[in-house]
Nanobody
């Protein structure tokens, strides 16, 4: 089964930007729709953005216009460009297939938005 490794998180001030990366280990990556998910303390994991195998995208309402999901199938990597970050974006961010669970969950990458 395919494993993923998320990276790119960190501490950023409100209004700042981060670019997250998710590298997958299997060549079947290109056939799957992928999603970025996040889980804030005390809350359930939620889908933030998803991208089909053909690169059609869909966003959760609170991030629409601020976040951009993209993929590079040759590199087996999916990205999440996050702009105009808000404190409520603070969470651990994960990637997986959409629907989730066809790949192993990674450790995630922590994003903290704070002044």
């Amino acid at each position: 089964q395919v494993q993923v490794v998320e990276s790119g998180g960190g501490l950023v001030q409100p209004g700042g930007s981060l670019r997250l990366s998710c590298a997958a280990s299997g060549s079947i990556f290109s056939t799957y729709a992928m999603g970025w998910y996040r889980q804030a303390p005390g809350k359930q994991r939620e889908l933030v953005a998803r991208i089909s195998s053909g690169s059609s995208t869909n966003y959760e309402a609170s991030v629409k216009g601020r976040f951009t999901i993209s993929r590079d199938n040759a590199k087996m990597t999916v990205y999440l460009q996050m702009n105009s970050l808000k404190p409520e974006d603070t969470a651990v961010y994960y990637c997986n297939t959409w629907p989730p669970g066809y790949f192993y969950w990674g450790q995630g990458t922590q994003v903290t938005v704070s002044s």
